[in-house]
Structures are given as C-alpha cells and as structure tokens.
C-alpha cells in the first residue's frame, strides 16, 4: 500500500479540491486575465509619507540633570560676582593740552566734558555686572595734562565712585 | 608728607620738564626721593603721602612719582586738586 492511499476519505477530498483549483487556475490563465498587484501607489504613498517625515522632523536636543546640593548651613553668603571695573582712557590729540578726549572701554557713549563724564559714571551704576560703587580705573596717556587727569578725578569723586585708581603700564 | 611736582620751566607752554621736592626740600631726582620716602617710611610705618602736582605737567611726569611711591610700598596716597566747583566742564 502506497503512502498516499493511506490518508483515508478526508484526505482524498482536498486531493481533488486542489486538483479543481489548480484546473481553475489554469483556465483563466488560457483565457488571458492575469492577476497581478499594482504597486506604483503605494511606492508614491510610501516616499510622500518617507518625505514629510524627513522634513517635519526635528531633533530635540539631549536633556541632562546635573545633581546640584545646596549647602548644608542656610545661612552661608553667596558667591560674590564679579564686579568689573570702569576704565576711563584719557587722549590729548592736540599738543597744546587744551582739548582732551574721554574713552571708556566697552562703552560706545564718549563723554566730552568732566560733567558728562560724572553723569556717565552715575548711570552706570547699578547696571549688570558693576556694583553700586564700581571701581574707576583712570588711564590717561602719558602727554595728557594732569589738569585734565584730576579733572577725571573729580568727575568719579562727584559720581560717589569710592575706588579710584591709575592703571598701571 | 607732601611731595610737590612743579614745572621746571614756568614760561614752556607745553611743561616739559619737571621738577620735584619733598615739602620745601627739593628732591634732585627720583633716586633721591626714592631714598628719602625710604627712610620716611622706616620711620613711620603708616606713612601716608600727599601729591601735589602743577596741572600743566604730563601725567607722565606724576606717574614717575606714583612709582616711585608705589615701590617704597606706601599704600596711603592722595592727590591734590583745586576744589573749585565747575574749573573745568
């Protein structure tokens, strides 16, 4: 007895439905209708999709935590910051001394008189980065007058200034 | 101490030179001065010091005496100036 008579009625029934279809299967092939599946859409569907992902995307950057502990005693200062101080450059472009020209570094405003330089001096006070009374450093070219560095003088004197210095070389 | 920078030709518009003395005593140079402020200052340890200084000089020629004060480690120093209100604008 062969192995495949041995499956009994059951088995003998599906032998002959798949022997049907695949005789089915073969007709419509004869009479020309071919089945296939159209793929062009849904390549056009997937790129439009791939391609508005790729360009609404947007990365976030990395968030991190940094562990920060606060000092244990509650009643400790704080870090002090910095207090930069205010460096008036004096300039004598002519030889007879009487003009003088007043530069402060990092500023764009040039005071033209010793007044406007005390009112300079008292705006900025106060502001980010300097304190109430921000150190005045005075930095005059070695040909200036020294009417016109005491006059400076006066000015940061008047504008409550409490540290006044000459700048070294 | 009062350490007094006169011009040393009054008449030279653009001050030049300058001349210097400690108090009425007249100081031949900056060595000298330097010498003198020394022996003040191992005198008198808090010594402070007083500048007075012709207007008409250079800051150049005042400088040289902050150095020579600054390196005799005199911490205390003061400048003079005419206290009149509105000299200059």
Request: net charge positive.
């Amino acid at each position: 007895m062969s192995p495949g008579h041995s499956g009994g009625p059951g088995e003998f029934e599906l032998r002959q439905a798949l022997g049907r279809a695949r005789r089915r299967r073969g007709r419509r092939s004869a009479s020309g209708l071919q089945l296939a599946l159209n793929l062009a859409p849904m390549i056009d569907m997937t790129f439009l999709l791939l391609i508005f992902f790729v360009v609404t995307t947007t990365f976030r950057r990395a968030e991190g935590i940094f562990a920060s502990k606060r000092p244990r005693d509650a009643g400790a200062p704080a870090a002090t910051l910095p207090i930069s101080p205010i460096v008036v450059r004096i300039t004598q472009p002519d030889p007879s001394g009487q003009r003088r020209e007043i530069r402060i570094d990092n500023f764009a405003r040039t005071p033209q008189t010793f007044g406007e330089l005390a009112q300079f001096l008292i705006d900025v006070q106060g502001n980010p980065g300097f304190d109430c009374q921000p150190p005045v450093v005075l930095y005059p070219a070695p040909d200036v007058r020294w009417d016109h560095v005491v006059n400076c003088w006066n000015a940061a004197v008047r504008a409550k200034c409490a540290v006044v210095t000459f700048a070294g070389k | 101490m009062v350490i007094n920078c006169l011009l040393a030709a009054p008449w030279s518009p653009t001050g030049s030179g300058a001349a210097y003395s400690i108090g009425p005593l007249r100081a031949g140079s900056l060595e000298e001065m330097s010498d003198r402020l020394a022996a003040a200052k191992a005198a008198t340890p808090n010594l402070q010091v007083v500048v007075r200084a012709d207007r008409r000089l250079p800051y150049s020629a005042v400088r040289k005496v902050m150095e020579v004060v600054a390196r005799n480690q005199i911490e205390v120093m003061n400048v003079v100036a005419h206290a009149r209100e509105g000299a200059a604008p």
